[in-house]
């Protein structure tokens, strides 16, 4: 089966009307190209800043929830990432649509706390972390979703892989520190160790933000190769895929037992 995909990556800032607005015309533009998946990044209508993340928050049936709701006519939308408020707390969370139908929600596990050379950021001191992970049964077959930091973490994948996804969707806002050192290494890690399809959607990069995403969307294919990288600029990344690959890597190099 083959799916285009599409990948949303603009520059997200300190307007939520306006991110809803930039993300609109992506999404817009995706469906012009009959995008059958459509993905947001982290964040999007929040810049990556802890100290706004209370100011953006929002709950489940709220703005954003309802935009995304709107947007997946049709397509596949995963609404990259949002701060949700639940009861107390906030959590970083991906909102996931078929067809104007919530097939599912994915609270990030593991949060951003690192200090190292001009980095210092505590996600931990807003956001509270999720505790479950998140395989969705769409009409294209089985997804897992995880949420940038994450990616660090295999055992996640591992929990995943009982699933048997064909595809794993990452949000993710890495920076100019670690971007260029290990995002593509990390996605095409974990896309050898689940021999799947794996996507990575950013930010644009934006320097007027305390935060400046990395940018370089990406989508990596089963064998580790990467089939289309974004730049730091806004854009849209288009890659069509064929789920048969998958089963065809799985079948010559069998490190898996099932096949999708």
């Known amino acids: 089966m083959k799916i285009k995909i599409a990948l949303c990556q603009f520059k997200v800032e300190d307007n939520k009307d306006n991110n809803l607005q930039k993300a609109a015309l992506f999404i817009a533009k995706a469906k012009e190209a009959k995008a059958d998946i459509i993905v947001l990044p982290e964040m999007f209508n929040c810049p990556f800043d802890s100290q706004l993340f209370s100011k953006y928050a929002e709950r489940e049936g709220d703005t954003t929830y309802n935009f995304l709701k ?3 006519n049709n397509v596949l939308l995963i609404g990259g990432s949002i701060p949700e408020k639940y009861e107390n707390k906030i959590y970083n969370t991906s909102y996931i649509f078929e067809n104007e139908n919530l097939l599912g929600k994915y609270r990030k596990i593991n949060l951003f706390d690192v200090s190292y050379k001009n980095i210092n950021y505590i996600e931990s001191a807003t956001v509270s972390p999720g505790t479950k992970h998140m395989v969705i049964d769409s009409k294209f077959g089985k997804i897992g979703i995880a949420i940038c930091f994450d990616i660090r973490f295999p055992g996640i994948f591992t929990a995943m892989e009982q699933d048997n996804p064909f595809l794993y969707v990452i949000p993710a806002a890495f920076n100019h520190l670690s971007g260029p050192a290990h995002f593509k290494l990390l996605g095409r890690s974990r896309a050898l160790d689940t021999q799947s399809y794996l996507v990575l959607c950013s930010p644009a ?31 849209i990344g288009i890659q069509i895929i064929d789920t048969d ?11 898996k037992k099932k096949l999708i």
């Open 245 to 255: 690959f998958v089963n065809e890597i799985r079948a010559k190099l069998p490190i």
């Open 70 to 72: 709107e947007q997946s």
């Open 205 to 235: 990069s934006n320097t007027n933000t305390s935060y400046d995403p990395y940018g370089h969307s990406m989508i990596i294919d089963p064998w580790g190769e990467v089939l289309n990288e974004l730049d730091s600029d806004e854009g």
